[in-house]
């Protein structure tokens, strides 16, 4: 066991990747998360092969794959003509070449899985952190159920709207990104035996939408569709929808398409929010340090916004269990991970990843818990 005691501020993907990690390297590690218990919010999540390798060390690739779908390939299509613009086969031999599987899951389902990476107890929930008091001892968290704990590194984990970086570097809200994205999963039985692809994503100008499987059984669908929006007025809450507004805001596209959204039942809007590129991930000490969504939130527009939290998470423990020094430990973690995280940032607010023929293998092959660390800077 090391001595040094770390507490982890949000228990989504990053927060409970980095737990796992951190445990295995010997460190004494506590999770706090706002929420009083994980709950099956109506939302898939793409977990690409630079995920489920990572995962795979924490023992929970069977996991995952149990609980969701080994997607057999992604396809993209124009919005009116139905053409295919790009297809990519994700079989035995993809798997091979990016070193694991392409996984489809439903978000409650990832996260019954991920709390088997981390020690039982490891998780505090209804712990909403509202301040860090720090001295030059140790860190005290402050919960705004009354509790307080003291910890030697923090980690900020906590998502768009991170009260860690609002500690670091003062309050500064995310911006409405100017999209919505509609949330919605039925049981596959309501396409009524309608073949779809595992996962199609229909390209239109301004907006698309991705029908994609939730389960290896192919019974559950999910459909995100992303549309233009001139603002917001329910801060970061969704709002109920219905398949009629939904339709509406995809009218004209292809028929098949159409198909998938008739067969809707209930439907959320969500707001997406996003910020600029801010490399500010650290105090300068090392003792708290940002990950995923916290330090570097973006569209979703590549699918890899919590790809990103996964590999931050992975290197993180790897810095944390190589330098003695927590300084040194987040410079080779911001220096290792800024430059692809940027590149991931800028491929999302454009929106072209797999539209047509794509170099992948930069992306899908990268391994977090084997690639060269940077030199702290
Ligand atoms: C519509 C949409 C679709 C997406 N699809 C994909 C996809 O297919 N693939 C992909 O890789 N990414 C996708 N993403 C992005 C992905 O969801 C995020 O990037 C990812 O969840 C970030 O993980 P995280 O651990 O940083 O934060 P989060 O998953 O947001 O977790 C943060 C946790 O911190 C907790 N928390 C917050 N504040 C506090 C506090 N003060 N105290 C204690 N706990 C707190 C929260 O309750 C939460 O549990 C999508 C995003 C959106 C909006």
């Given at each position: 066991m090391r001595q040094t005691r770390i507490a982890v501020v949000g228990a989504g993907l990053g927060g409970l990747t980095a737990a796992g990690f951190l445990q295995r390297a010997g460190f004494v590690v506590k999770v706090y998360e706002q929420a009083p218990a994980f709950s099956r919010i109506g939302a898939g999540i793409i977990l690409s092969a630079n995920v489920t390798k990572v995962l795979r060390r924490l023992g929970l690739e069977d996991g995952l794959i149990a609980a969701g779908i080994?997607?057999?390939?992604?396809?993209?299509?124009?919005?009116d003509s139905g053409e295919v613009t790009a297809e990519f086969v994700f079989d035995a031999e993809a798997e091979r070449r990016y070193g694991g599987p392409y996984v489809h899951i439903h978000r409650g389902d990832l996260h019954a899985v991920l709390e088997r990476g981390v020690v039982a107890g490891t998780i505090a929930f209804n712990h909403q952190l509202v301040d860090i008091l720090?001295?030059?001892?140790?860190?005290?968290?402050?919960?705004?159920?009354?509790?307080?704990?003291?910890?030697d590194i923090v980690v900020g984990a906590d998502g768009v709207r991170s009260k860690v970086r609002d500690c670091l570097l003062g309050p500064e809200p995310p911006q409405f990104a100017g999209f919505t994205a509609y949330r919605a999963i039925f049981p596959a039985a309501r396409l009524n035996g309608f073949w779809i692809a595992d996962c199609t994503k229909w390209w239109g100008t301004d907006r698309h939408c991705l029908p994609y499987y939730l389960t290896g059984r192919r019974d559950e669908v999910y459909a995100i569709g992303v549309v233009p929006a001139t603002g917001w007025e329910h801060g970061d809450a969704s709002i109920p929808s219905s398949r009629e507004h939904y339709l509406q805001s995809f009218?004209?596209?292809?028929?098949?398409?159409?198909?998938?959204?008739?067969?809707?039942?209930?439907?959320?809007?969500?707001p997406i929010f996003d910020r600029a590129r801010d490399d500010r991930w650290s105090a300068r000490d090392g003792r708290i340090v940002l990950i995923g969504d916290a330090c570097h939130p973006m569209r979703p527009f590549m699918a890899a916004g919590g790809a990103m939290a996964v590999e931050d998470a992975a290197i993180l423990g790897r810095c944390v269990a190589q330098f003695d020094d927590p300084a040194r430990a987040v410079r080779c973690y911001e220096a290792t991970r800024i430059p692809r995280v940027a590149k991931v940032q800028e491929i999302s607010i454009a929106n072209t990843w797999m539209h047509g023929p794509t170099e992948t293998d930069w992306f899908y092959c990268y391994d977090a818990c084997t690639a060269a660390l940077a030199a702290p800077q």
């Open positions: 080994k997607s057999q390939s992604y396809v993209s299509r124009a919005w720090q001295s030059s001892g140790s860190l005290r968290l402050i919960f705004a159920n009354g509790a307080a704990a003291e910890a009218a004209g596209f292809h028929a098949d398409l159409q198909r998938v959204l008739q067969a809707v039942e209930s439907v959320t809007l969500w």
